[in-house]
């Protein structure tokens, strides 16, 4: 149902740019928000940029904004998360998720998977070197 792909090399230098994709169903993309989380070792799993293409709300932790930018290519039913300015700290193995119980009600609020998520994809390891 969800495929967290788009990653050609995994390893990236400091200030450096990776592009993740998540591609789920048209009914996936329409009808819930597709989040993109990320887990370091020893730390708990945070959600770092949600979408609803539905309703168009999006969601940026504070850690990635002005860097990371999230969009919906419905066309291709694929989210995208383009990283930019990678620092250290971004490493993580990083998933993306479906949620259906998030949408414009709760952008200004909590991030997409608070309440739990749907589905995961498949998790892509990203590794920043400094």
């Known amino acids: 149902l969800m495929c967290s792909c788009g990653v050609w090399g995994g390893l990236v230098q400091t200030g450096g740019s990776l592009r993740l994709s998540c591609a789920a169903s048209r009914f996936i993309l329409e009808d819930y928000a597709i989040g993109w989380f990320r887990q370091a070792p020893g730390k708990e799993r945070e959600a770092i940029s949600c979408i609803r293409s539905g309703d168009g709300s999006t969601y940026y932790a504070d850690s990635v904004k002005g860097r990371f930018t999230i969009s919906s290519d419905n066309a291709k039913n694929t989210v995208y998360l383009q990283m930019n300015s990678l620092k250290p700290e971004d490493t993580a193995v990083y998933y993306c998720?479906?949620?259906?119980?998030?949408?414009?009600?709760?952008?200004?609020?909590?991030?997409?998977?608070?309440?739990?998520?749907?589905?995961w994809g498949k998790g892509t390891q990203v590794t920043v070197s400094s």
């Open positions: 998720a479906a949620d259906s119980a998030w949408d414009h009600t709760l952008s200004g609020l909590r991030p997409c998977g608070y309440y739990g998520v749907d589905y």
